[in-house]
Every structure is written in C-alpha cells, then in structure tokens.
C-alpha cells in the first residue's frame, strides 16, 4: 500500500504560492511534497527546525520549491509574523492549508470531560481553535490579492462523529466546519474558497498490518472500512484538487475523505434479528 505522496509532477499548481501550517512529518509533509511536484511553490512551517529543514532539502532535492519559516501558532505574533514572511516573495498568497494540531497534548492531556485538565483541555484549543483563528485571520488579506484563493482546513471523524475520550480534539474539528462554512460566506463573493477534509483512518505500511492483525481492532475497523484503509497519498490528493483551479465550484464544503467510514452506522444485521430461532417472538 502506498503511503508518500505520488510526483504526480503535471503542473496543476504551477504558479501558486501555498502555506501548510504543520507541515513537518505527517499529513502536512506529504501534502507539501504533493503540492510542490505540482508546481507550487510551498512555504513549511512547525516548531521543529530539524525536522522542517529535513522535508524542505527533500522538496528542493526533487527538484521543487519549499521554504521553512519557524513558527509557533499558539503565539498570536508568531503567527502573524509567518503570514507576513510566506507571502513577501510574491506579495501574496494563493493557499492557505491549516492542519496544526497539537497531537502530543491530544495523547498525554485528553480525558472524558469531568476527568480532564483544564489547562490540558486549553492547551489543545489553543492549537486547534486560536491558531486556526490567527493563520485565517491574518492570511485572508493576502489570500484574497490571488485570483483563486483558497483555504483547506483539515479535519477528522471527530468532527461528525463522538470518539472516545477527545472533548478538545471534538471540540476543535467540529468548530472548524462550522468556521469553514461561515468564511465561505464572508470572503466566497470576494473570490476566497473555503473547504474542510474530513479525514478517516490512514496508517502507514507497518501499522496497518499490526492492526489487521490484531484480535480486537482488526476485525472491529474492517467491518467500519467499506473500501480500505487511506494512506497519506489519499489526503495529498485531495487536498491538491481543493487548492488546484480545477475545484473552483467547491466551496464551504465538509468533504469526507474515509474510505466510507461515516456512511454506514455499523447497526447489527436486521435481518438476523427478526428472523430464525433465535428471535424473540420465536421462542
């Protein structure tokens, strides 16, 4: 199963200068190396130097065009610092992809909500709602100098379905749809797209098959999986067609990247329940 982005290499974004908030490993690093063998120049950002400067020399290596600019976007100054620098070159924007999120609190801080740290839970919404907040904010004035402007917020099933345990992750997706819908309504008569994917569940290589073979997840996320498991050349993919012109009609949308997962609602089989020996009225 592929999970890098493909050098699909056919100049869709050729021309479009586009920012990728958390762009150092992940989602955020194959949607960039996806943007820039599409022709894009693309600016990275993340807390981490190394890992930054690790994807750009990938990029260029490639052939492509990247910078990194170090940023932090639980500081509202940082923020607007990094929009100011990643549209200097051109004296615009034509993308903005907004996919920080601070993990590392999603795993260590995230409880039921009555069990949860109200410093952790204000860690979390300061990634997913303050920097969201300030990365739109600040990048709206210059997104809207491009004749195809375009926001990409990325999303997950925490947004349209509850998870276990997240309340500042729910808390975080679920307001960036609605956030997503009132910018489309604000900027869409300026000529500004705004679009949220909502991501399902995309594992790499090896972590695919630990799944697939355990006792428990296994079979449970099969059955939810309607056509496989995604990989990170799924989300590049999409994301490159909401940035690209070719999506010019799309706008204000939820677009559910999952493989199916949201469509079906995993009841037991209906009719094994009211038929056979087994059922009630049969006994």
């Known amino acids: ?17 586009v920012l990728v908030t958390g762009s150092t490993k992940g989602f955020g690093a194959a949607m960039a190396e996806r943007f820039a063998a599409e022709g894009a120049s693309v600016v990275l950002t993340g807390r981490s130097e190394t890992q930054g400067r690790q994807i750009e020399q990938q990029i260029t290596d490639k052939g492509g065009q990247a910078r990194f600019i170090q940023a932090d976007v639980t500081d509202e100054a940082s923020v607007r610092e990094l929009i100011a620098a990643a549209a200097a070159p051109t004296g615009r924007l034509d993308s903005l992809v907004n ?11 995230e409880r039921p909500i009555a069990d949860m740290d109200t410093d952790g839970f204000g860690r979390i919404i300061q990634v997913g709602i303050y920097g969201l907040f300030w990365a739109c904010k600040y990048a709206i004035p210059q997104l809207l100098k491009s004749p195809g402007g375009s926001i990409v917020n990325i999303s997950s099933l925490a947004a349209v379905a509850g998870i276990a345990s997240l309340p500042a992750y729910s808390v975080c997706k679920g307001a960036m749809g609605a956030l997503t819908r009132q910018m489309a309504t604000d900027y869409g008569p300026q000529g500004l797209r705004v679009n949220t994917m909502i991501c399902g569940l995309v594992l790499g290589d090896a972590l695919a098959g630990d799944v697939a073979a355990h006792p428990v997840a296994g079979p449970r996320i099969a059955q939810a999986q309607l056509t496989r498991y995604g990989n990170l050349n799924d989300i590049a993919a999409m994301a490159t067609y909401l940035i690209s012109d070719e999506s010019g009609f799309v706008n204000g949308a939820e677009l559910r990247i999952d493989g199916g997962w949201t469509s079906t609602a995993q009841f037991p089989r209906l009719s094994e329940m009211v038929s056979g020996a087994d059922t009630p009225s049969s006994r």
């Open 99 to 109: 996919n920080a999120m601070a993990m590392d609190q999603v795993g260590s801080s």
């Open 1 to 17: 199963m592929q999970t890098q982005p493909a050098d699909a290499g056919t100049g869709r974004l050729h021309g479009k200068s």
